[in-house]
T-cell receptor
Framework: AQSVTQPDIHITVSEGASLELRCNYS??????LFWYVQSPGQGLQLLLK??????LVQGIKGFEAEFKRSQSSFNLRKPSVHWSDAAEYFC???????????FGQGTRLTINP | DTAVSQTPKYLVTQMGNDKSIKCEQN?????MYWYKQDSKKFLKIMFS???????INETVPNRFSPKSPDKAHLNLHINSLELGDSAVYFC??????????????FGPGTRLTVL
């Protein structure tokens, strides 16, 4: 069975600072990895995904993530955060033979002005 | 054009009532899902349908009954509502990739409050 751990429940960064959100996964086959963002009162929006190929993936809103198979990680990064990035961020894993995505518990991002 | 839509957005009701939430997607996807998000934001899959066939039923009480009249619609009916059913319910859809998961697109959610 697949699983996802997001070790940080809540992170606070200053506007303009860099950001890294951690995600560790467990899956017995080749994983498909996703980052979603949920703004308050909204649904989940896909930021980026990794299926295969280049392990550094670019997404929307200036986000990127790097797949590291040896560390079972798929961390999300942004070089300079904006106040509008304040939201809940979810990492998810699926893949070949998986009928569903499994989501991490989410990381709440707060931006200080 | 809304890709995945849900109605209603808010639902407030009394314990013991029966209610339904509707979901529609216009993406041409074959697979649709219902998720429950609790107060701690934990997102858990409840059901999945592929071409109107139930694929996933994740130990959900049988008071919850999904119905898929066609592959663009997946409704959720809940009988005898309990306080613990209060949550945000999300519908999602994805393309069928024949044995592998694909990107899921989410609706805006329905916030259910049971009093």
């Amino acid at each position: 069975a697949q699983s996802v751990t997001q070790p940080d429940i809540h992170i606070t960064v200053s506007e303009g600072a860099s950001l890294e959100l951690r995600c560790n996964y467990s899956y017995g086959a080749t994983p498909y990895l996703f980052w979603y963002v949920q703004s308050p009162g909204q649904g989940l929006q896909l930021l980026l995904k990794y299926f295969s190929g280049d392990t550094l993936v670019q997404g929307i809103k200036g986000f990127e993530a790097e797949f590291k198979r040896s560390q079972s990680s798929f961390n999300l990064r942004k070089p300079s955060v904006h106040w509008s990035d304040a939201a809940e961020y979810f990492c998810a894993v699926g893949g070949w033979g998986a009928q569903k995505l499994v989501f991490g518990q989410g990381t709440r991002l707060t931006i200080n002005p | 054009d809304t890709a995945v839509s849900q109605t209603p957005k808010y639902l407030v009701t009394q314990m013991g009532n029966d209610k339904s939430i509707k979901c529609e997607q216009n993406l041409g996807h074959d697979t649709m899902y219902w998720y429950k998000q609790d107060s701690k934001k934990f997102l858990k899959i409840m059901f999945s349908y592929n071409n109107k066939e139930l694929i996933i039923n994740e130990t959900v009480p049988n008071r919850f009954s999904p119905k898929s009249p066609d592959k663009a619609h997946l409704n959720l009916h809940i009988n005898s509502l309990e306080l613990g059913d209060s949550a945000v319910y999300f519908c999602a859809s994805s393309q069928d990739r024949g044995g592998q998961t694909d990107t899921q697109y989410f609706g805006p959610g329905t916030r259910l409050t049971v009093l």
